[in-house]
């Protein structure tokens, strides 16, 4: 298996946006949807976005609805998080991850991108 590359963290003002990527290879876009996760200090996991693997739909988590679009390049296979009005609360570790019911479907996880928000 080859993991996912995520990068385009940073550090920005609350308010401000960032671009996050996410490189990826067989079997991501094959099949299932295709998503991102992130982690804060001390917290779970857990699920922010996902696409169809074709990107026909999309859908997010309630804290990430209306700030945050998911989009995808079959062909490069990656996969792209435009997150807008960053909150404090936004920071944490990005991962991708192939999507089933809102939790991941692999058990390896790339290193991640880290997003700090500052008040």
């Known amino acids: 298996q080859v993991q996912p590359v995520e990068s385009g963290g940073g550090l920005v003002q609350a308010g401000g946006s960032l671009r996050l990527s996410c490189a990826t290879s067989e079997p991501f876009f094959s099949s299932y949807d295709v998503g991102w996760f992130r982690q804060a200090p001390g917290k779970e996991r857990e699920f922010v976005a996902a696409?169809?693997?074709?990107?026909?739909?999309?859908y997010y988590s309630e804290s990430a609805e209306g700030r945050f679009s998911i989009s995808s390049d079959i062909e490069k296979r990656t996969l792209y998080l435009q997150m807008n009005k960053l909150k404090p609360e936004d920071t944490a570790a990005y991962y991708c991850n192939e999507v089933i019911g809102r939790q991941p479907r692999f058990d390896f996880w790339g290193r991640g991108t880290q997003v700090t928000v500052q008040v």
């Open positions: 696409t169809a693997y074709n990107g026909h739909y999309t």
